[in-house]
């Protein structure tokens, strides 16, 4: 019955939501653009499978996720899984099987994003196969993973966010000076697709049910950040995924040119189209 009622009142949510949209694009449609709506019939189903879709899914969120993330971290923060010292404390370095479940969870979830796999696969399509759709979604999923670790690691120690925020930073931008050009705005779009309805609740659960059962942590100045630090860290392992594909092209181009003449200049050539080739890597 609770979850009836959760599921009534999250469609109606969402129907809430949903409605100004369908008002804008209706209102260009007929109002500006002066065209009628094709396929109206495909249209309004669409948008009643979007409404459902959306209630059950922040349904299941209320009813699920956010409370199996924070069991997750109350189990994982307690002294049957945390390594003590011989005074009896928890240094930073017991949490392993926190710091281990903070990488699965990221990455996981991150592999799951239905954006990542769209912006995988519009990336696919744009860069001429190029750029493999696992290969991407694998690039940010990692990066995530560890994005979400360093957050387990921040509210255990209990250091400051900025200081996390900065270095990362730092390095993107060091980074993006020297990764091949026509990466930078996919790599700068990636981190924001983790951020997405897969990702966001559960690293959200996990950093709050660790601030709340870390002792010296308070659940809102501790737990939240880590989807900050999610989303940094997928653009430095796609720089890095980028970078790590020119380097294995520019050797793969001396070798040929070593090997014999024409062959060189074919290779040169298909580097010059495609700067950025990423299959093979």
């Not at 921040?154 to 993006?176: N, S």
């Not at 990702?199 to 660790?210: D, F, H, K």
Request: hydrophobic residues 55%; charged residues 10%; proline residues 5%.
């Amino acid at each position: 019955m609770t979850f009836l009622w959760a599921l009534v009142w999250s469609f109606v949510a969402t129907l809430r939501d949903v409605l100004p949209i369908s008002i804008v694009i209706l209102f260009f449609q007929v109002l500006v653009l002066r065209r009628p709506i094709a396929n109206w019939e495909r249209v309004l189903a669409g948008f009643a499978c979007v409404t459902l879709g959306l209630a059950v899914f922040l349904a299941g969120l209320e009813i699920a996720l956010f409370p199996l993330g924070e069991a997750m971290a109350r189990q994982l923060a307690s002294p049957a899984l945390v390594q003590l010292d011989h005074g009896g404390f928890a240094p930073w370095y017991g949490y392993y099987w926190t710091y281990l479940f903070a990488f699965m969870i990221g990455f996981s979830a991150t592999i799951a994003e239905p954006a990542l796999l769209a912006v995988a696969i519009k990336a696919n399509q744009a860069s001429g196969g190029t750029i493999h759709i696992w290969g991407l979604r694998s690039a940010v999923a990692i990066g995530s993973g560890i994005g979400v670790t360093l957050g387990a690691f921040r509210i255990v120690t209990g250091l400051p966010l900025p200081y996390f925020l900065l270095a990362g930073y730092l390095f993107v931008i060091v980074q993006t000076y020297f990764a091949p050009k026509q990466i930078i705005p996919l790599a700068y779009d990636s981190g924001g697709v983790t951020t997405s309805t897969v990702t966001v609740p559960l690293v959200t659960a996990l950093g709050l049910g660790l601030a709340a059962h870390i002792p010296g942590r308070n659940a809102l100045a501790d737990g939240f950040g880590m989807i900050a630090l999610a989303v940094l860290f997928p653009v430095i392992t796609v720089l890095g995924y980028a970078q790590i594909a020119q380097s294995l092209n520019v050797r793969q181009l001396r070798a040929s040119r070593s090997v014999g003449g024409g062959g060189g200049h074919l290779t040169k050539g298909l580097s010059q189209a495609h700067p950025t080739t990423m299959g093979d890597s």
